[in-house]
């Protein structure tokens, strides 16, 4: 008997919360006067504008195609700013402890002795002078988003070994793959979805032009960045955010390192 008494009190706290629920629905929706309309969620809420929030493309060469393995000997990154001619960057050379493999040398055009006569320096000091471009030039408040193309099945990998063999310290910020993210954009696109690769997208984002020096860290990284603004505007069209900029998805982005899961981080 006391179980039922339980369960008829649970019943009826149910009630009484369905009930103020409805309340609260006619309140706002029923006793609205003739022609108004109804207020609607959508999904945004208001924000300050975080300008320490910053895009930034990454691209390596490596000397060989295997991430378990490869060293790496070419590294640029981009300041990803739309619009942006010639957005602000730096571009390394790295003179690797183990051999190229030719295989990587005919895709990227990099042996020892062309390193050599490009000023390659062993990779700590290299990225300790990306880090010192990165302090300078955004400071050591700013939120970085980095996007690499196909990054989680190389670029990161790479760094993240590299990461924890001490020889960097994790770049902090977000990581993000533009493989992924047009994979999500260009889905209901029959005639792109099946061809992601960046000089396809490329050509695609500007219209049909070619993607010169495919291959070279520097020249990989601007484009994908162009990519990048392209698919963010392409995803704002589609869902009808009108308004949306690549600021903010940069800012909802950076988000993701306070309110995971999706976060990720070396």
Not at 19 to 40: D, F
Request: net charge positive.
């Amino acid at each position: 008997m006391p179980r039922l008494i339980r369960r008829g009190f649970h019943v009826l706290a149910l009630c009484a919360g369905l009930a103020w629920h409805l309340a609260s629905w006619a309140s706002t929706y029923v006793s609205a006067e003739p022609g108004t309309a109804y207020p609607r969620r959508t999904g945004t809420r208001s924000r300050r504008r975080n300008k320490n929030v910053v895009g930034l493309v990454l691209d390596l060469e490596t000397t060989s195609l295997n991430r378990s393995e490869a060293e790496i000997c070419q590294i640029a990154i981009v300041h990803s700013i739309p619009g942006s001619e010639s957005p602000c960057s730096i571009n390394k050379y790295v003179m690797p402890e183990g051999d190229i493999d030719p295989n990587a040398t005919k895709v990227h055009g990099l042996d020892r002795h062309r390193l050599q006569g490009l000023g390659a320096k062993p990779f700590a000091e290299a990225w300790d002078e990306c880090e010192d471009w990165l302090n300078s030039t955004f400071g050591n408040s700013s939120v970085f988003v980095w996007a690499a193309h196909n990054g989680d099945s190389f670029d990161w990998p790479i760094l993240k070994r590299y990461a924890s063999s001490k020889v960097l310290a994790p770049p902090r910020g977000v990581l993000i793959d533009t493989v992924h993210l047009a994979r999500d954009v260009l889905k209901f696109d029959a005639s792109i979805k099946n061809d992601l690769k960046l000089a396809s997208l490329y050509r695609h984002a500007t219209g049909g032009d070619g993607l010169l020096s495919h291959h070279s860290a520097l020249a990989d990284s601007r484009a994908t960045s162009l990519v990048w603004h392209w698919l963010v505007e392409k995803s704002a069209k589609r869902k009808k955010k009108h308004g949306a900029d690549f600021q903010q998805h940069l800012e909802l982005e950076a988000e993701t390192l306070l309110f995971g899961p999706k976060g990720r981080r070396l």
